[in-house]
């Protein structure tokens, strides 16, 4: 835990109280074990399923074989000060509090309570520069259904779509039925790794629509649209 002042101080940020907890895990395993630590100190954060913050000081392994958070020797609880003059954060260790001031953070989090703003806005109001979307960004594109309005206001044509709430559940068959099969209904305000399903017929809506709505209280169907995706970075 000593630190070295040469370097620039990264929190790296993972897990998170999502549904996506575990695709959080695999992707930071690639993150940490990539960044050139001759450049950068690095402070893996791990965030549990429960939603406690922790300052993880183990084998990176354990972390993609969802074991860290028993590895309780190297964990120290830590919360990021939302007081802009310290630009940190704060570890509860057993000999007092620890204050280490960051350079950055780098949320590698998915879907909600990370990848929508809210981890982001923390980080933001604690004056530490962030790594990746800031919080508006995050937000809305967190929201299907607003992300596909905004970009079809400025001239891009998306696939067409229909937003279903949860109220009108017992309506959904009839709203959806109006798309062309085949159809992806997913979660408007979740990740991209669960509650999505390719439906090819009306039969399949009723399970479909069931398992979207275990993940949000508004659904998404759009039209499959035929060729291959593009990630921004």
């Not at 509860?92 to 809210?118: Q, R, S």
């Not at 039925?177 to 997913?186: A, H, V, Y």
Request: proline share 3%; charged share 25%; aromatic share 10%.
């Amino acid at each position: 835990m000593n630190s070295n002042s040469n370097l620039k101080k990264i929190a790296v940020i993972f897990g998170g109280y999502s549904s996506e907890y575990k695709v959080s895990l695999h992707s930071v395993y690639s993150v940490l074990t990539n960044l050139d630590t001759k450049k950068y100190e690095i402070f893996p954060i791990g965030i549990t399923e429960e939603g406690d913050w922790f300052c993880y000081y183990g084998d990176y392994q354990k972390i993609y074989d969802d074991t860290w958070s028993e590895d309780k020797k190297n964990l120290v609880p830590v919360v990021i000060s939302q007081n802009r003059s310290v630009k940190g954060m704060i570890e509860f260790t057993e000999k007092g509090e620890k204050v280490t001031k960051l350079n950055a953070a780098f949320p590698i989090l998915h879907g909600k309570n990370g990848e929508d703003g809210t981890v982001q806005g923390i980080l933001e109001l604690a004056g530490i520069p962030v790594i990746g979307c800031d919080t508006c960004s995050s937000a809305l594109c967190m929201d299907k259904d607003r992300a596909h309005r905004l970009v079809a206001s400025h001239g891009i044509e998306i696939p067409k779509a229909v937003t279903v709430r949860k109220s009108e559940k017992a309506d959904a068959e009839v709203l959806l039925s109006k798309l062309s099969f085949p159809m992806f209904i997913k979660p408007v305000r979740a990740g991209s790794s669960y509650g999505i399903t390719k439906v090819q017929s009306r039969q399949e809506l009723p399970k479909a629509i069931e398992e979207a709505f275990l993940y949000d209280s508004e659904i998404i169907a759009k039209e499959n649209v035929e060729g291959f995706k593009v990630a921004v970075q």
